[in-house]
């Protein structure tokens, strides 16, 4: 294959990549367009084997069939329930393939460079042969996009780990915060650089390993000291940078396509962040960083009331009156596995010709969208499944809302206190309906340990116990 | 083994209500109790014997069989003295007491040792109790009858109509008092053409008129908060307030064909606010429907349970009884009411009440606890919210709305400009540095970028996972770059890329997959 044809075959695959991500606005067009990714895919590797100067085919061959085995068979057994973690531990994988090409591309500079200077440039062929051909301008360049590939790759390829075991709950998902964190990281950061420095100057590999070694604790620093429910953020902004390592491979390797899409997957995981951070009301800074945006100054309302507990008895009872329900899932729901009963109950309550629905809030799980997944996979179609602001308004005119494993998302102090840490927060107004049932394990406060004002309200009722339980009850009484 | 819960007979004059209906039967059974009724107690009502029978209540011949054999009666109407009289010691009695206006009675029954009397009358105004609120129930129904009786008693048409015998003007109707049996006169008015006014003391609920469809006579007096609330109800008003609502009234008696008035104060005789001169005011045919007559009537001319015609032709309707006048829907309402009370006495289901002092709703309903008289509960705030001074969201106006706008718009505009600008410098700073092989790459860089931002908006937020599997398996396209370097003769490099390929492919396969399960997933109900 000609470089003009590997360079056309490119071409089709980039729009191929943007038609695919192009095609998630909405779902039915979605089954289509993974198929242009695939296709993409295909053609991009397919056109790399067959450029010239690419040899070792069996060896190409032999990984794709067993890391594509391997894919597979993880594809195939993850649950749904698992998909946060899956997606944390892929990312992984390309931040320290990142890592490797980076490395890669020094020894290859290496073996070009001494063949430049022993006058056997003709015998390179492929990645060494361009670089024989660069000025030493480019060659300071390619350096400058070889540090950043490996900086990112590594922080990447470790951060990934660290999210995943505290997604898998392998590691506590609580914040581990050392004292002095920020400085920390600064210092880490500020070695980096001065080893990216050096190696300008003309450093040799270790400046390079050793920043993959750095980066790699910054990885693992930065998300240990973040929180279970703001990993939404954290899995995208992994997401975001194993595009970014992606593209500065690119530019690394002058390879067109690995930029192209490395911006695209960069984008999509760098816009998921923003409007998960937008969801919370924090800066990206603050979630990045950890912990709570600080004190807003003044102390927070005190909040007046008893919790009223309710029963399994009453919660049917409320439901066979009610016309409009409203469910609202948060990460307890995927925690206590309870998406197959509330499926079967939204049946249930549809065929008594009720109008059944859900509200999803945008940071709902540990990860963006995580709750349509979770539905969609227990068949709840997802022409119900509304987003937070297309059911706000709705809420007064809702006979009946349950709440099952969420908190922060429907604590109406965002919205009435202006002291309270999560004030400003958009939240789903559910105590406008007549009445509420919120289940939940126990009496504790939700992720921002800020007390939720809906439990003490007057419509409210607590359904204490896990929500699978609960749920199974009710479908039990339910005729 | 459950207690037994009986319903006598009433035996109020004209009280067509029953405590018990073969609906509510069936639920109070599931909370562990035995239902016997009086023999014909349904009958006004339009349930039968058999109807009760059907749904598994004992049928008793007469109202001293339900007495002795029941340990708690349910009643609508409060208990005559000879019925009260027959309580049995240790039983418990559920249904109207008016405990303020029946001292005499309240201590007979208390005599009695009953184990607990509760009050229908006396369940306080908090949104946890209205699905026991009788009176609220109640007032619905009279509120309703009472539009009934007026077009009953009211020659014309209550819906204007152009006829081809002539055009017919809508009935004018006056409600007086906002409450529930207000808005619910208000809301039948409504439906059934005419066009509505009302006033209340309360300003707050001049929304709840409007949202009912009537006009809110908006009285222009410094201190408009005259009447304000107590316990959820209207509380007696000021003299100057007085005045001027009486003019108010005075100057639409004349264009009002149907006055309905609502207004009661709790523990006091009803105000007077339908002068006899306002009655004269009105045109022949006019009507006045009083439901506060049972308290002495809003109106001068009201005569208690009847209905009379004036001088000047007006007719006045006084009646007390307008919901037993809807014995079927009332019983219904009543006994679920009944139901749901006993449903919070029986946290259990197993048909033994715990009249559970603790909890505000029953405290407040209990008159009588085992030989004590507990009437009056301590008071009870309908607010639980947060008293804390919460800041009011300052309500902004449209043209404010509209500038605020323009402002954020301006400055998110300002700011798109000053990141283009930045943005130009700092790409003509690379320019000058950087080699052209370079800037080719890294146009296509910049502009693939700006192309997944417009694509990523798009994205419908519920396929954000899916977003992120694909994506991820996309940025295995790192992969290319491998293989590119796999051909090298150094080993190292060789393998580094070789295990690159294998963890890649791993990517792009798994990511793929694992995408295309998710949506599959996702179906259109």
């Known amino acids: 294959m000609s470089i003009g044809l590997t360079t056309a075959a490119y071409v089709v695959a980039a729009i191929l990549f943007i038609l695919a991500l192009g095609g998630l606005s909405n779902q039915e067009k979605a089954k289509r367009a993974i198929w242009y990714g695939i296709i993409g895919m295909t053609l991009a590797v397919v056109a790399t084997v067959a450029s010239p100067g690419v040899t070792n085919q069996p060896v190409i061959i032999a990984m794709i069939v067993i890391g594509g085995a391997l894919g597979w068979l993880v594809a195939k057994k993850v649950q749904m329930t698992q998909m946060p973690e899956l997606v944390a531990g892929f990312h992984s994988l390309v931040g320290l393939a990142a890592v490797f090409i980076g490395i890669n591309a020094h020894l290859e500079m290496e073996r070009a460079l001494a063949a430049v200077a022993d006058g056997t440039t003709g015998e390179l062929a492929g990645f060494a042969a361009t670089i024989a051909k660069k000025s030493s301008v480019e060659l300071g360049i390619l350096k400058v996009e070889l540090f950043l590939g490996i900086l990112i790759g590594a922080i990447t390829f470790t951060g990934s780990i660290i999210a995943y075991g505290k997604l898998a709950g392998k590691i506590s998902s609580n914040a581990l915060t050392l004292p002095g964190r920020h400085m920390l990281n600064l210092a880490a950061f500020a070695a980096c650089f001065i080893l990216g420095f050096l190696y300008l100057q003309g450093a040799g590999l270790w400046t390079m390993i050793l920043v993959a070694i750095i980066a790699g604790l910054i990885g693992v620093h930065l998300i240990m000291a973040i929180g279970g429910a703001d990993m939404p953020v954290v899995v995208s902004m992994l997401n975001s940078y194993s595009g970014w390592a992606a593209a500065a491979i690119g530019f690394t390797l002058g390879n067109d396509l690995l930029i192209v899409t490395g911006a695209l997957v960069g984008a999509s995981g760098a816009i998921l962040s923003y409007i998960m951070c937008k969801g919370m009301n924090r800066s990206f800074a603050s979630v990045i960083l950890g912990g709570w945006g600080g004190d807003a100054g003044g102390p927070q309302q005190e909040v007046e009331g008893e919790m009223v507990p309710t029963n399994v008895d009453t919660v049917v009872q409320q439901l066979e009156d009610a016309d409009s329900v409203i469910f609202v899932p948060g990460y307890g729901l995927a925690v206590a596995q309870a998406q197959g009963a509330v499926s079967e109950l939204t049946k249930r309550l549809r065929d008594k010709g009720k109008e059944v629905r859900f509200a999803i809030h945008p940071v709902a799980g540990r990860l963006p969208g995580h709750m349509n997944v979770l539905l969609a996979e227990a068949k709840v179609p997802y022409d119900f499944v509304l987003e937070m602001e297309e059911i706000n308004d709705d809420f007064p005119s809702t006979d009946f809302v349950m709440i099952l494993g969420a908190n922060d998302i429907v604590n109406p102090s965002a919205q009435d206190d202006p002291n309270s840490p999560i004030a400003g927060m958009p939240v789903l107004e559910v105590w406008k309906a007549k009445n509420v049932v919120i289940s939940k394990r126990g009496q504790g406060r939700g992720y921002s340990g800020v007390e939720n004002p809906l439990f003490f309200k007057d419509n409210s009722r607590m359904l204490y116990g896990d929500a699978k339980d609960s749920l199974d009850a009710i479908l039990k009484q339910l005729s | ?525």
């Open chain 2, 1 to 525: 083994m459950g207690m037994k819960v009986g319903v006598p007979k009433e035996t109020a004059a004209g009280e067509r209500r029953v405590a018990l209906t073969p609906e509510t039967a069936g639920r109070i059974q599931k909370l562990g109790y035995d239902l016997q009724i009086e023999s014909g107690a349904g009958d006004a009502a339009n349930f039968s014997d058999d109807v009760y029978r059907e749904a598994g209540v004992e049928v008793l011949p007469d109202a001293a069989a339900i007495w002795s054999g029941s340990d708690i009666v349910m009643k609508v109407q409060q208990p005559s003295m000879a019925e009260a009289a027959m309580v049995k010691e240790g039983s418990s009695l559920i249904s109207f007491i008016w405990p303020a206006q029946n001292e005499d009675l309240v201590a007979t029954l208390k005599d009695r040792k009953p184990h607990a009397v509760l009050a229908m009358d006396q369940v306080p105004r908090i949104s946890r109790a209205q699905k026991l609120d009788a009176l609220s129930s109640m007032a619905n129904i009279a509120g309703y009858r009472a539009v009934v009786e007026a077009a009953n008693n009211f020659g014309r048409f209550f819906t204007g109509q152009v006829t081809a015998a002539g055009k017919v003007p809508p009935a004018k109707v006056l409600v007086i008092g906002a409450g529930v049996a207000g808005l619910a006169a208000i809301g039948a008015a409504r439906s059934m053409g005419a066009i509505v006014r009302s006033f209340d003391i309360r300003p707050e609920v001049a929304e709840q008129i409007e949202s009912m469809g009537a006009e809110f006579l908006f009285l222009d007096f410094e201190d408009s908060d005259g009447g304000g609330t107590e316990g959820g109800y209207a509380k007696p008003s000021s003299p100057e307030f007085r005045a001027k609502q009486l003019e108010l009234f005075e100057a639409q008696a004349p264009d009002i064909d149907i006055v309905i008035t609502t207004a009661l104060i709790p523990g006091r005789p009803a105000p007077e606010l339908w002068t006899e001169k306002m009655v004269r005011a009105m045109k022949p045919g006019s009507v006045v429907v009083d439901l506060a007559a049972e308290q002495g009537g809003n109106c001068a001319l009201t005569v208690k349970g009847e209905r009379i015609v004036t001088d000047n032709d007006v007719v006045v309707v006084g009646y007390t009884d307008m919901a037993s006048r809807m014995a079927a829907q009332s019983s219904q309402l009543y006994g679920t009411n009944l139901r749901h009370l006993l449903d919070d006495l029986t946290p259990e289901k197993d048909g033994q009440p715990n009249v559970n002092m603790e909890d505000v709703v029953i405290r407040g309903c209990t008159v009588v606890k085992d030989g004590e008289i507990t009437f009056p509960p301590p008071p009870v705030s309908t607010s639980v919210a947060p008293k804390a001074v919460a800041p009011k969201k300052v309500e902004e106006t449209a043209e404010e709305k509209a500038a605020r706008e323009a402002a954020e718009l301006k400055k998110a505009g300002s700011r798109t400009t000053m990141l283009l600008v930045v943005g130009a410098a700092l790409l003509l700073a690379l320019g000058t540095v950087a080699p052209a092989s370079f800037m080719q790459h890294f146009i296509v860089f910049v502009l693939s970028c700006f192309v997944g931002f417009y694509v990523i908006w798009n994205v419908a937020h519920s396929l954000h996972t899916p977003l992120m599997a694909i994506t991820n398996a996309v940025s295995s396209i790192i992969i290319v770059g491998a293989l590119l370097q796999i051909s090298s003769p150094n080993t190292t490099v060789m393998v580094l890329a070789a295990l690159s390929v294998l963890m890649a492919s791993i990517n792009i396969f798994g990511g793929f997959l694992v995408t295309r399960r998710m949506l599959a997933m996702f179906q259109k109900s």
